[in-house]
Nanobody
Framework: QLQASGGGLVQAGGSLRLSCAAS????????MGWFRQAPGKEREFVAV????????NYADSVKGRFTISRDSAKNTVYLQMNRLKPEDTAVYYC????????????????????WGQGTQVTVSS
């Protein structure tokens, strides 16, 4: 089970940190991803961290502003979001995938089999 939290209302330029707490699985043995879905739009990839190599990858729209990380001791994955923009407004979901990747990473929602319930992020201009 994945439990996302940390969303809220923030002004443009501000920061938020999302958390995804895992139960029944260990985040260090799963690829953990963040996706988001804005009203009227399809769910889109935001960031991923692989379990095998710790490789991280980001959508171009968030590169340099967002950072994904994991704390194995707390079994939690984080998404630090800085310099937020109104276009970052969406429901953010965390997801897990157990597939082994030696040098690449999953970026498609179809690659992830387990999903959290989502947390709303609203960025005002």
């Amino acid at each position: 089970q994945l439990q996302a939290s940390g969303g809220g209302l923030v002004q443009a330029g501000g920061s938020l940190r999302l958390s995804c707490a895992a139960s029944g699985r260990t985040v260090s043995t799963y690829n953990m991803g963040w996706f988001r879905q804005a009203p009227g739009k399809e769910r889109e990839f935001v960031a991923v961290i692989t379990w095998s190599t710790g490789i991280t990858n980001y959508a171009d729209s968030v590169k340099g502003r967002f950072t994904i990380s994991r704390d194995s001791a707390k079994n939690t994955v984080y998404l630090q979001m800085n310099r937020l923009k109104p276009e970052d407004t969406a429901v953010y979901y965390c997801a897990a995938d157990p597939t082994y990747y030696s040098s690449t990473y999953p970026r498609s929602a179809d690659d992830f089999g387990s999903w959290g319930q989502g947390t709303q992020v609203t960025v005002s201009s």
